[in-house]
């Protein structure tokens, strides 16, 4: 449901999973034994991830931009790019900074290779919007 955001929390360095389980207990258990955070859109997630002692968020909106800057605004967190902390949208490994000039990364975990391309302009505009609120 929310793959994309996933991404960009990556891409921003936080320790991120993506949840594939079928029961949400079992999300809110694993959330509450590693002492992370569950963002959802699901209301009934949320209100058993709360009535549970685990942390969540409610997500608004599903799309993007609006979804990072509504966590930034609830949690605090600084939602900027690191090229030295960022992880691999693939695993959530940490990504190796290989090289600075041009940047290019390699993954610890699965070994893919990430480098400043053509896609790069529109990351950054998202993150100068990020940082904009």
Do not use: Q
Request: hydrophobic letters at 35%.
């Amino acid at each position: 449901m929310l793959g994309n955001l996933l991404t960009w929390l990556r891409l921003l360095g936080f320790d991120t999973l993506y949840w594939i389980g079928k029961h949400d207990i079992e999300m809110v258990e694993k959330a509450m034994s590693e002492d992370r955070t569950i963002v959802t859109r699901d209301s009934r997630l949320h209100k058993k991830a709360e009535k549970s002692g685990a942390h969540s968020i409610l997500l608004p909106t599903s799309e993007t931009l609006e979804a990072l800057k509504y966590i930034k605004a609830v949690t605090g967190l600084r939602m900027e790019f690191s090229p030295s902390s960022t992880r691999c949208p693939k695993c959530n490994s940490l990504l190796e900074l290989v090289s600075e000039s041009p940047f290019r990364w390699s993954c610890r975990g699965c070994g893919k290779e990430y480098w400043v391309g053509r896609h790069w302009r529109n990351i950054s505009k998202t993150l100068e919007l990020l940082s904009n609120r």
